[in-house]
């Protein structure tokens, strides 16, 4: 019995709450198309920003390029006129710029992700916005008329209107949630903890992630030594 009242109080309840929301349920709807919209033109702003930093980081990588090629030549011209200590700082320099580039390629690819997923996110945004504004514009529509045919006969259709109503406010519900959940999905992603396999490769443990500078030096005198020859 003790169950039997507590379900009937929430089952009160809840009818209460949905009696009372319901003559502002369109104005309800209104507003959070309203907010889908914001929504919408910040993630748009998102993919904007991140257009822009992906650009960024390429010119960042083209710039390397060209410092390693002038970097590579000059340390062959100190070893060809015996400055093998000079040769060896430019190596060292080499094979940080190197470390850089690979770097970037990394980001620039995490970037290209990111850009993508965004932009699915937006273009199924974007369609449920336009979706939600033409049922809503329904509803709208469709209160009206069930006013006028109300008033002009003792039949009432305010449950079509009602049920509408709902079905709107559930999928504006839910169009948030999958927003929500897609990018905490996206910042989940781009968390790549490669921090252990940088330590056992440091320590001997399967192939080495960065070029050394005695690795650049035997590379430079390999390609030195036809000239040479």
């Given at each position: 019995m003790f169950k039997q009242?507590?379900?009937l109080i929430r089952g009160t309840?809840?009818?209460a709450s949905e009696a009372a929301l319901l003559p502002h349920t369109q104005t309800i709807l209104r507003q959070q198309i309203r907010d889908c919209a914001q929504a919408l033109a910040a993630a748009r702003y998102a993919v904007a920003v991140a257009q822009a930093q992906h650009a960024h980081e390429?010119?960042?990588h083209k710039r390397i390029l060209e410092r390693i090629a002038d970097l590579e030549a000059r340390a062959i011209a100190a070893m060809e006129q015996g400055k093998d200590a000079l040769a060896h700082e430019a190596a060292e320099s080499i094979a940080v710029l190197e470390q850089e580039r690979d770097s970037s390629v990394q980001v620039?690819?995490?970037y290209r992700t990111e850009i993508g997923r965004l932009k699915g996110i937006i273009r199924k945004s974007e369609f449920r916005l336009r979706d939600l504004?033409?049922?809503q514009?329904?509803?709208a529509a469709t209160a009206k008329a069930q006013k006028?045919?109300?008033h002009g006969s003792e039949s009432s259709l305010s449950t079509f209107a009602e049920a509408e109503a709902t079905l709107n406010r559930l999928r504006e519900r839910q169009t948030h949630f999958d927003l929500t959940m897609d990018a905490l999905d996206d910042m989940d992603r781009t968390r790549d903890p490669s921090t252990i396999t940088e330590k056992l490769a440091e320590a001997g443990c399967g192939p080495a992630l960065k070029t050394r500078a005695e690795d650049v030096l035997k590379r430079l005198r390999e390609r030195h030594q036809p000239a040479s020859a």
């Open positions: 009242i507590v379900t309840s809840y009818e390429e010119n960042s620039q690819q995490a504004e033409r049922g514009k329904l509803t006028l045919r109300e």
